[in-house]
């Protein structure tokens, strides 16, 4: 385990973490902050007298993603914040991603470049034009090595097609299409075609004070390139198949958990508003991030989740106190293991939890300095609700609402994982023996 950090006397909220996300080798892991920066690393190499070392990744790229704009008809400003990054499936030597804030998706290519073409005809070697009458001879150009650089260029940009703020963006796998999705609409995006998209999704209502329901989160289908799920604050997921209608509004399939009467209260509608929907790698299995659960669904059953995860469930009663704070509104994302058998979440207090669907355990962890020192082994944490506290447990009273791990990510096919915790991201793996 290892940590990439800031000193938090001087956290700023431009370097507070907004995304986290693994390529689909596992070999480098994107950031993005508040600041509209992304941050790239890339794993070492192992060396034959360092096998340890291996796993540790470093810093490949740094660069500006998005800058703050301001909306002069709506006299608003945009904020330069990435709220998501998506890598594309890797095609030659070049990587690329997808980042977005509000408005605005980019496509950024990152390549390295190891080697300078000196000796053209019409410029010196300062880049000068020459004056063509000085020019003789023809020269052949050559490419001369130099120090590695990475470089990092955006080489799309798809911007003018939301009106309300893009809190999602998914890659299909075509590998030509992507979606990106605000709060009532979901649009259809060509990689190549930068000024059209098409509207697949659009929930907004004639009348706006009719208005139920937020869209809150989409996926594409990790394999049928023709299915997409999105998901609400009224806590259901819709299935929608591209192949029915060129408009999505008509589902296919509707998952939602019946409401229990005996457990309804004030809060009800906040807490069930989901935060984050993922497909499972195979393709067969959702899971759904709410307030203080986490569901895996099947597929093939519409009625009812397959699982149900408590990840805090000694928060029920402090809702109240978490309503005053706006904690309660806290948009937590979820991920799936490699082989979709281990969930892993955030919580309060720089906890995460991660559920073993084979064995139903569960374990807590801590993200903290305490804790951060190269391979430290983490302690799984206890919370206590009233009665006799042990030594080891911490009350729910003491709990930090403010360190709360709302991004995290999950190594394709390693136990690696990134947790980003306000402006520290740590790296956690599995002991080697």
């Not at 941050?39 to 540790?56: A, I």
Request: a negative charge; proline letters at 4%; one cysteine or more.
């Amino acid at each position: 385990m290892h940590l990439l950090e800031e000193d938090p006397r001087r956290c700023v909220k431009a370097d507070i973490i907004s995304t986290v996300e693994f390529n689909s080798t596992g070999e480098l892991l994107a950031t993005g902050d508040k600041g509209g920066r992304v941050v790239v690393f890339q794993r070492e190499q192992e060396s034959k007298n360092q096998p340890h070392r291996r796993g540790e990744y470093n810093v490949f790229s740094t660069f500006q993603s998005h800058e703050p704009e301001f909306d002069y008809l709506k006299s608003l400003e945009i904020e330069e914040k990435i709220n998501k990054i998506r890598w594309l499936p890797q095609q030659n030597a070049a990587y690329f991603l997808l980042s977005t804030n509000d408005k605005t998706v980019k496509l950024w290519k990152i390549s390295e470049r190891d080697k300078r073409p000196e000796g053209y005809n019409l410029k010196d070697e300062e880049g000068r034009v020459r004056d063509p009458n000085t020019i003789t001879a023809l020269r052949v150009p050559v490419l001369r090595p130099m120090d590695l650089m990475v470089e990092a260029t955006p080489r799309r940009v798809f911007s003018n097609a939301h009106t309300y703020h893009i809190n999602s963006i998914s890659v299909n796998s075509d590998n030509e299409t992507y979606m990106s999705t605000d709060d009532l609409r979901i649009n259809l995006w060509n990689l190549e075609i930068t000024n059209r998209s098409f509207n697949i999704v659009d929930i907004k209502p004639s009348n706006m004070e009719e208005l139920t329901e937020v869209i809150t989160a989409a996926e594409f289908h990790p394999n049928q390139c023709n299915t997409f799920i999105y998901s609400s604050s009224k806590g259901s997921i819709r299935l929608c198949d591209m192949r029915a209608a060129a408009l999505c509004d008509n589902h296919c399939k509707f998952f939602e958990e019946p409401e229990d009467p005996s457990n309804r209260s004030f809060f009800s509608e906040i807490i069930s508003s989901i935060s984050d929907v993922k497909f499972s790698h195979s393709g067969r299995y959702l899971m759904t991030r709410d307030y203080l659960t986490v569901k895996v669904w099947d597929l093939n059953m519409e009625n009812k989740p397959l699982e149900i995860y408590q990840v805090h469930d000694y928060l029920r009663s402090k809702l109240c106190s978490l309503y005053e704070n706006d904690c309660i509104f806290d948009k937590f994302e979820c991920v799936w293991n490699g082989t979709d058998s281990v969930l892993m979440t955030g919580s309060y207090n720089n906890f995460f939890r991660m559920f073993d669907r084979n064995t139903k355990r569960d374990v807590t962890l801590e993200a903290s300095r305490e804790n951060s020192k190269p391979r430290a082994i983490l302690k799984p944490r206890k919370v206590c609700v009233g009665g006799k506290r042990r030594k080891d447990e911490i009350s729910v009273d003491s709990l930090d609402f403010s360190k709360k791990i709302l991004h995290t990510a999950w190594h394709p096919s390693e136990n690696i994982i990134a947790v980003a915790a306000t402006n520290n991201l740590y790296i956690f793996q599995d002991k080697v023996n």
